[in-house]
């Protein structure tokens, strides 16, 4: 072992040490939002860190403070997470301690992820994914080029998912190890077992330890070492990591670890622990000290490493204290990355022969941006060159840009969602598909902790750049697994933005704005207007738009626009997606009185324009695919009724489907189900009567 190498490490270890002392010896202090610390762990954590490179994605868990500072993190840095002040370096006093986001030239960047206990796996292996990608199409390594350092510029970069033992049982783990290992990609797994959950143990809770769970994995490659003895664990990684950087394969590292401090500052050891004397026993304090001495450093050169330790986490600790905290101010900013389209551009309606379906539309507007933009690629469950999707709206994509860029997943759907994070982190623009909206309640976890709070969690640093497709709807007896409507669940998802089109021109210019806008969209596309075969629906055919055409977010179209008629009943439907189709069958005879407003995007939402034309028609109806109980079209009418009340001259009111738990196979149960031109029309009449 390198003495310099050996005298860092120790250096490192001994400030994790010296921070988890001074927050215990100054428990009231800290303790006012919750914390871990890496006590028992740095050996390990320190072993890793040491050698990762600026080109380099980590992914550290809660309790890697000791892997933090060993990439270069100082004790202030990680103090002012502590303390939750504005100037911390992470999140902006956001997120709890040692849940970093980093993206610094000299250092690994570190993506946002959530309290990993186990989701971080997806959006690394996620990571580990686009950088393969980006080898095979011979897209340049950004992070490699800015690099300080010229002596490792042109190493491979690699991936570090750090892993508490307890997180392996997830569900999501297997998701991640299982596309590690069909694609062999570049991440290493690095598993921290200390034998604990929270107040459960491992003999309560797992059925093996993750190195006997990897062997499952064809392609995994799992080793076992002492993650308390430093040196041990160093050669280790060492040999670990070039096999990554020169095999591009994964492999987990198993590191078996004490934990000599509490769960969380929140949950005290000492409530439930009946082992900490045999912990303390494994310490890699003592260990490494001694590793010193026998590599010939003196008793007190290793005292005065440790004294400068202590004495700088003490100087950090007084400095953080005295840092400012965030204003209200700070709460409202980094919610979304700013968008370049903010204007409709380019060609709606140009000379074309004919219309074409709505599900074309979106396939030219993908064929188009994967033609000029070797980043964009598209990949979900049988998207690929075999059938290009159950709805072939990714028919010939294969054949035209390779199985490296158009590709099947297993059936992952938090895969598929979550991953999207680790492949924008490397500059890439995915575009994935969940098959069914049915097929989406897996994907959520994902959607809802890691794609949609990047952008806010990490303080604006990583902005999740990615489109999912989302099929939905009800459409000739799909039944009660491929039918449903969810908007109002994603509508209640802060930080994505949501389109809803009821046309194909509608569909090509969202999907072109969203391609291009650095923030996470999902566009939910009917399948009942794919083709347009239900009977009403030839509104959803168009002239293809231009190649250059794109929608803005957040701009409903005015569909039959009116004057303000005082001797006539006036009204105003809002609606979106099937629902356009409705309202505009049912407003045949009398389309001179009602206002129709397509919303487009659900999320920004156009309440200008709905507020402009309820003050101006004075009666309005909402119309959705969703049972109305709780659901997102009722929220807009609780709205209107709060900002339009004056000019109202009747209740705001919505029809929707029947509130049952899902929509039957047979077709007579279905049509009963759901909303209908005859049941929007029936309403439209009540409505203009009150």
Not at 452 to 458: A, G, V
Not at 499 to 506: K, L
């Amino acid at each position: 072992m390198n003495k310099e190498t050996l005298q860092k490490g120790f250096s490192l270890l001994c400030t994790a040490k010296a921070m988890a002392t001074l927050y215990e010896d100054n428990f009231k202090q800290v303790s006012k939002y919750v914390h871990a610390t890496s006590r028992g762990h740095e050996a390990i954590q320190c072993a890793v860190g040491m050698q990762l490179l600026p080109q380099d994605y980590a992914f550290p868990y809660y309790r890697d403070d000791a892997m933090l500072l060993s990439i270069g993190m100082r004790p202030y840095d990680l103090m002012l997470q502590l303390l939750a002040k504005k100037d911390d370096p992470f999140s902006g006093g956001r997120t709890y301690y040692s849940h970093p986001s980093l993206r610094e030239t000299d250092k690994p960047k570190i993506p946002h992820q959530s309290s990993a206990t186990g989701m971080q796996t997806i959006p690394a292996t996620g990571v580990a994914m686009g950088m393969k990608y980006k080898e095979i199409q011979g897209i340049e390594d950004q992070a490699a080029k800015d690099s300080p350092f010229d002596d490792t510029r042109d190493l491979n970069p690699i991936t570090v998912c750090s892993l508490g033992d307890a997180s392996v049982t997830e569900g999501e783990i297997a998701e991640a190890f299982q596309m590690a290992a069909l694609k062999q990609l570049p991440i290493l797994y690095l598993v921290q077992d200390n034998g604990w959950d929270i107040s459960a143990n491992a003999a309560e809770t797992r059925a093996q330890n993750a190195a006997e769970y990897a062997e499952g994995f064809k392609g995994l490659d799992a080793v076992s070492i002492d993650g308390a003895n430093f040196i041990e664990s160093y050669e280790t990684l060492k040999k670990v990591i070039k096999t990554i950087r020169d095999e591009r394969r994964p492999i987990l590292v198993h590191a078996k670890v004490p934990l000599l401090n509490h769960h969380t500052s929140g949950v005290r050891m000492e409530w439930y622990r009946d082992d900490l004397e045999e912990a303390r026993s494994r310490d890699p304090y003592p260990v490494i000290k001694q590793q010193l001495l026998d590599h010939g450093f003196s008793a007190e050169a290793v005292d005065k490493i440790e004294a400068d330790a202590i004495a700088q986490v003490k100087t950090d600790f007084q400095e953080a204290l005295k840092a400012e905290d965030p204003t209200p101010a700070d709460l409202f900013t980094h919610d979304f990355a700013p968008t370049p389209v903010t204007a409709e551009v380019g060609e709606r309606s140009p000379e074309r022969e004919e219309k074409v379906v709505m599900v074309d539309c979106a396939l030219f507007a993908v064929e188009e941006l994967m033609r000029e933009h070797k980043e964009c690629l598209l990949y979900g469950q049988d998207v690929g060159g075999r059938l290009g999707g159950v709805f072939r709206e990714a028919a010939t994509l294969a054949q035209k840009f390779s199985d490296d860029r158009v590709f099947n997943t297993p059936i992952q759907e938090a895969f598929i969602v979550g991953s999207t994070v680790g492949m924008s982190a490397v500059g890439l623009k995915p575009i994935v598909e969940v098959q069914f909206a049915d097929y989406i309640w897996p994907g959520l976890n994902q959607l809802f902790t890691e794609v949609s709070r990047s952008c806010y969690l990490s303080n604006g640093k990583w902005p999740v750049s990615m489109i999912l497709r989302v099929p939905i709807g009800a459409y000739g007896s799909g039944g009660p697994y491929h039918s449903s409507s969810v908007e109002s669940v994603l509508t209640n998802i802060r930080g994505i933005k949501i389109a809803y089109p009821s046309n194909g021109a509608d569909l090509k210019g969202l999907m072109k704005a969203a391609y291009h806008d650095p923030n996470p969209v999902v566009i939910l596309e009917h399948k009942g207007l794919y083709w347009s075969k239900v009977p009403g629906t030839k509104g959803a055919t168009s002239i293809e738009p231009s190649e250059d055409y794109m929608l803005p977010f957040g701009k409903a179209n005015v569909l039959q626009e009116i004057w303000k008629q005082d001797e006539k009943e006036t009204m105003t439907v809002i609606t979106y997606g099937m629902g356009t189709h409705w309202a505009m069958n049912a407003s045949e005879g009398q389309r001179e009185h009602i206002e129709i407003i397509d919303l487009r995007t659900l999320f920004p939402l156009d309440e200008e324009t709905i507020i402009e034309s309820v003050k101006k028609t004075g009666k309005c109806l909402v119309v959705t695919e969703e049972p109305v109980n709780n659901s997102f079209a009722r929220s807009i009418a609780g709205m209107i009724q709060e900002k339009c009340f004056k000019y109202l001259d009747a209740p705001v009111m919505v029809i929707g489907s029947e509130n049952m738990p899902a929509i039957p196979l047979n077709s007579t149960l279905e049509q009963t189900m759901i909303p209908s031109t005859k049941k929007v029309k029936a309403k439209i009449d009540e409505l203009m009567k009150y």
